[in-house]
């Protein structure tokens, strides 16, 4: 199950955020890719796209989208300069969780 920061379900919380906000959203796996994509979102990030292409090809990832970096440790770096308001997620970076809820803006 796909959660957000702050989007979504993470830890027991909620916080939601419309896909229409200032600053949309990155997703942070392939999974949160698809579903996104499916619902006709189109996510500020995502990472590994080249990959993406070859491996899951549909839902297909517009030109434009920026690559995050690896789906295991994200560019924080570039997040931060693309500034989305919050990020879709399946849990595995919450290691990450407190500098991802200072990113989201």
Do not use: H
Request: net charge neutral.
């Amino acid at each position: 199950m796909a959660s957000a920061l702050p989007l979504g379900l993470l830890a027991g919380g909620t916080q939601p955020v419309r896909a229409k906000d200032a600053g949309g959203v990155c997703a942070l796996d392939w999974t949160s890719a698809q579903a996104l994509l499916s619902l006709g979102i189109v996510p500020r990030g995502l990472p590994e796209i080249d990959r993406y292409r070859r491996s899951v090809v549909e839902p297909a990832v517009p030109d434009g989208v920026a690559d995050i970096g690896a789906r295991a440790e994200p560019n924080l770096e570039l997040l931060d300069r693309l500034a989305p308001a919050g990020f879709v997620t399946d849990g595995m970076l919450s290691a990450v969780r407190g500098r991802l809820e200072r990113i989201a803006r």
